[in-house]
């Protein structure tokens, strides 16, 4: 919607200032747009032009210029009136145009979906560990990385979604050894546990024996020497718990909907990219040390030089992810490669995209570290040698409970079943919404109850306004949304449910418009934008914020406008219905599931 306003500004500021240029360039339409903004208070106006920004450009005194453009601004098919507020130009749309370029095109099934680029991003998320089961970090990073692939997808790319898993080193060793020696053969079946979870009780142990039993470091140190050099009884040791590991991830991913298109295993590849190294030897690229070592010079590029192949001639960590981006490179043909890893790696990725920029990798021109904060409790940061983690599963089990008493004390006719399927929905979606909606760059708290409130800037509340929305239509078609439909956030299925307001974009558009309906409206029309500059920030916090505002404006229309009752019943349908399919294209990019009814 900004583009329209701005394409009409544009003409009326060309006739106030023929000569409204800036070092040559005309004030287009795309800087207009970018200059509105959305009045604190909504009687002021739908949008402000500030004349500050303006001056910038023209080099007037910004009274001045909103002086000449609000006498060009004349009344007109989408201008009910300019108004001067201090600093700004404040502009009344009318409600036929205001309707026509926000609710109606929030109507149609591909709103907000660009159309395919042809360009392929490969993602990489979580990378776990396999000493250990996931954990909430490891649950902030999927939340993150897939929902900044729905993003992706939404703004026309195809996302490739790939995993590498950390199957070997001194720290897998660490619960080999443990299980070594105090597992007695035990197994997940025996034990009664998730398999994950048992290889981290043995990383703990690890932990706590070895501070009476200090021997046991060169032990670990024996057995990753052993896997090495390919001793059978180790490797198969190895194979079982790793096997437990991928099992355990495998459920956890299914649980909190993910899906990745390929698998990498850091066993397979960890000797790998000596040849790369090599290569990159021989061109020039990189340079062999008096002691043997061939390292990479960065210091031109503000970093330190880095070691690729030791003096011996093994490899490091860095020329195993040079194999990988190559492998990468083979397997999907990208235009890009998003790695979403904490923050604290931030100078390794540094280093590896200087690396591959230097050895002209081909998609090296378009790498992204998305790093994210960390994740800690009300009581401090998690460790896991300490056994001070809530784990994944462990933590959707407790909110899922929490949400099972709510549901229960709420609706007492419910069944199991259905108490059983909302409240996993509403668990899921609480812990969902609460590690996106927090800028990614930012450390966070989580607290499951406050997660789980049914008020607030939760998941619980987006979900609740969604199906709030659907008894509406519901109750406007005359027909009833069977309690245990759901949906994954498809705004398609909607038209499935309530075939009376099917496709409906051929409506009789109001001639005013309560301040509600206004902001409501308003906020529609920004769903477009919002998408592209979340995928420009990187940021899928963003699509979280206007999920939320989305959902507390609905609701404040459907507490001060009358919808069924109304004079205007069809405009207020039509609108609840935009709201509903807007709402749940944004929660179909957080990957959150939707209830019809909560």
Same mark, same amino acid.
């Given at each position: ?401 929490? @949400?099972? &008493? ?8 419910? %069944?199991?079943?259905? =108490?059983? *399927?909302? +409240? !996993? ?39 609740? @306004?969604? &199906? ?8 406007? %078609?005359?027909?009833? =949304?069977? *309690?245990? +439909? !759901? ?55 963003? =699509?979280?914020?206007? +999920? ?51």
């Amino acid at each position: 919607m900004l583009n329209a306003i701005a394409q009409k500004l544009n003409k009326s500021l060309t006739r106030a200032f023929p000569a409204a240029t800036t070092g040559g360039a005309l004030l287009t339409p795309e800087k207009l747009a970018s200059y509105l903004e959305t009045p604190p208070d909504p009687t002021w106006g739908d949008f402000a032009l500030p004349g500050f920004r303006l001056a910038q450009d023209l080099g007037l005194p910004p009274a001045e210029i909103l002086a000449r453009l609000k006498k060009a601004l004349k009344p007109s098919a989408w201008l009910e009136k300019a108004e001067i507020r201090g600093p700004y130009l404040n502009l009344f749309l009318r409600a036929e145009f205001l309707a026509k370029n926000s609710v109606i095109p929030a109507l149609k099934k591909s709103y907000g979906r660009a159309r395919k680029t042809g360009q392929i991003i490969v993602v990489e998320f979580p990378s776990p560990n396999t000493n250990k089961p996931l954990h909430l970090g490891h649950l902030r990073n999927l939340a993150i990385g897939e929902s900044y692939c729905r993003l992706l997808e939404s703004n026309g790319y195809t996302a490739k979604r790939v995993n590498l898993n950390n199957d070997r080193g001194i720290h897998i060793c660490k619960s080999m050894l443990a299980y070594k020696l105090y597992g007695k053969g035990i197994t997940p079946k025996k034990a009664g546990k998730k398999s994950d979870h048992l290889i981290g009780d043995f990383y703990v142990l690890y932990n706590q024996k070895i501070k009476e039993h200090p021997e046991l470091e060169q032990q670990a140190q024996d057995l990753l020497v052993a896997w090495e050099n390919g001793d059978v009884k180790v490797r198969a040791l190895w194979k079982k718990m790793n096997r437990w590991a991928f099992d355990g991830f495998k459920a956890t991913y299914k649980n909190f909907g993910i899906k990745h298109q390929k698998e990498y295993f850091e066993s397979e590849i960890y000797t790998q990219g000596r040849d790369i190294v090599l290569k990159g030897l021989q061109d020039g690229i990189f340079q062999k040390r008096a002691d043997g070592a061939v390292v990479a010079d960065l210091t031109p590029e503000g970093l330190e030089e880095k070691v690729l192949l030791r003096a011996d001639g093994t490899t490091v960590y860095m020329t195993q992810d040079l194999y990988l981006a190559q492998i990468k490179e083979r397997d999907f043909h990208p235009q890009g490669s998003v790695f979403v890893v904490g923050n604290e790696q931030g100078y390794h990725f540094k280093v590896l995209f200087n690396l591959l920029k230097k050895l002209k990798f081909p998609s090296a021109a378009n790498l992204k570290h998305l790093a994210y904060g960390m994740v800690n409790l009300p009581e401090g940061r998690m460790k896991s040698r300490e056994g001070n983690v809530v784990d994944a599963d462990n933590l959707i089990d407790e909110v899922t409970e929490l @949400a099972r &008493a709510e549901i229960s004390g709420r609706y007492a006719d419910l %069944s199991a079943d259905e =108490i059983n *399927e909302r +409240a !996993r929905v509403i668990a899921l979606a609480a812990i969902k919404y609460r590690l996106i909606s927090v800028d990614i760059f930012k450390n966070i708290v989580f607290d499951p109850k406050e997660a789980l409130s049914f008020e607030g800037n939760t998941g619980t509340y987006l979900l609740y @306004a969604y &199906a709030r929305a659907g008894s509406v239509l519901g109750k406007a %078609s005359g027909s009833v =949304i069977p *309690e245990d +439909a !759901r949906q994954c956030g498809c705004p398609e299925s909607v038209d499935k449910q309530i075939p009376a307001y099917a496709g409906m974009t051929s409506i009789t558009l109001p001639t005013t418009m309560e301040i509600s309906e206004r902001v409501l409206a308003r906020t529609l029309g920004a769903w477009t934008e919002t998408i592209q500059t979340a995928l420009a920030h990187d940021n899928p916090a963003l =699509i979280a914020h206007y +999920a939320y505002d989305l959902a507390q404006n609905f609701n404040t229309f459907y507490h001060t406008c009358p919808i069924l009752e109304s004079t205007q019943r069809e405009w207020r349908v039509a609108l609840t219905q935009a709201v509903r399919r807007t709402l749940g294209g944004a929660l179909n990019i957080l990957n959150i599931e939707t209830l019809e009814v909560m």
